[in-house]
């Protein structure tokens, strides 16, 4: 776990609205959405499928155009025009890993190729020799054989596949990594082996991720602070030990609801809640995004921040 006591910035996302498509099929999937991401922690990103995880991804690594708001990475804004030299250091510094280790490789390409294209952009002094060199140690580096480098993606399991993922991101030095839901196709008995990977390269190389998910129980241990986002909208945001004992928003506590439990018992006593938007009387009152506890965030209206205030008395 990050020491986050001494809170550098690292990426701060204010406002942020992202919008697919035009006129009549203009879709809004991220609104107003605002979080900062300290240097060296895991920022953990849950909510069910569909609600924007994955969007705001793609717009931090700038494949995605912003319709409003600002992402600064490093006291610079990254959205929108930026300079030739951001860029570069943008395509360097953030990486992403993607959900399917089955779709995200190029099938055709050998894994030399897959592992090392990164560097084609930020290495230019590279020879291929080198480049080839550098890709079997970062395979090394996420525990595959170098041998590997020169066979096919279709050769290896979905475990693999997702290490060589890894290493591919790995390989041009990033500073902040974003994990898109990088277990949630993998077999359950392999799931925390690439779990315990990541954290032992953050570790070794003091990297911040950014760790998407769709539901809370493997977030809440490798995470340091979660935000809750539900189509679209970042409704709660704390420390992640924080946020699972203290949890305001029905929408997290729906969430929390459905985390298993390991005691068979209580497994089955347990009461899950169902969260239904249409509780809010927005009509009136606007929610807002207030600290209702210390460091600890929520989008609510004014009464609501009065009631849900009171759940931990
Ligand atoms: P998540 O990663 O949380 O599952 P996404 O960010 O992929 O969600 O999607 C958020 C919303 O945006 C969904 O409603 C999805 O249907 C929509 N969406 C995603 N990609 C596109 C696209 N290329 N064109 C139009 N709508 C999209
Ligand atoms: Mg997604």
């Known amino acids: 776990m990050a020491d986050t006591t001494q809170k550098e910035v690292l990426l701060d996302v204010k ?26 922690e895991t920022f953990g990103l849950v909510g069910e499928s569909g609600s924007g995880k994955t969007t705001i991804g793609r717009a931090i690594m700038r494949i995605l155009p912003t319709s ?20 570069k ?19 055709r ?31 090394l580096d996420v525990g ?27 390989i041009v030095e990033p500073e902040f990594i974003i994990a898109d839901e990088p277990i949630s196709a993998l077999d359950m008995s392999i799931r925390a082996q690439v779990l315990n990977l990541l954290r032992k390269l953050q570790k070794e190389r003091g990297i911040t991720y950014m760790f998407i998910a769709h539901d809370l129980s493997v977030m809440q241990y490798i995470s340091d602070r979660i935000a809750v986002i539900h189509k679209g ?17 029905p929408y997290t506590r729906s969430l929390i609801s459905a985390i298993p439990m ?11 809640l169902t969260y239904d938007p249409n509780m809010h009387d927005y009509s009136v009152e ?21 009631a849900w205030s009171k759940l931990y008395e």
């Not at 804004?77 to 860029?87: A, E, M």
């Not at 606007?286 to 009065?306: F, I, M, N, T």
Request: net charge positive.
């Open 68 to 87: 409003g708001g600002e992402i600064i990475y490093k006291g610079e804004k990254i959205n929108g025009k930026i300079s030739k030299t951001l860029d």
């Open 15 to 40: 406002n942020l609205e992202i919008t697919y498509g035009s006129g009549k099929k203009k879709y809004t999937a991220v609104k107003n959405a605002s979080f900062q991401i300290y240097k060296g």
């Open 286 to 306: 606007k929610p807002q995004w207030r600290e209702l506890r210390p460091e600890h965030y929520v989008l609510c209206s004014e009464s609501e921040a009065a």
């Open 109 to 139: 390409a050998k894994v030399s190729y897959i592992v090392s294209e990164g560097l084609m952009n930020v290495r230019k002094d590279l020879s291929a020799a080198q480049r080839e060199e550098k890709a079997r140690q970062a395979l």
């Open 89 to 107: 250091k943008v395509v360097q510094e953030i990486q992403m890993i993607f959900q399917d280790p089955q779709a995200s490789l190029n099938e």
């Open 262 to 272: 390991p005691d068979p018992i209580r497994e089955r006593g347990k009461k899950l």
């Open 233 to 249: 909208d970042i409704v709660e945001l704390a420390a992640a030990d924080e946020l699972i004992e203290h949890a305001m928003h």
């Open 144 to 170: 595959l054989l170098p041998e590997f480098a020169s066979r096919f993606p279709h050769e290896f399991s979905g475990g693999q596949r997702q290490r060589i993922g890894i290493a591919r991101a790995l």
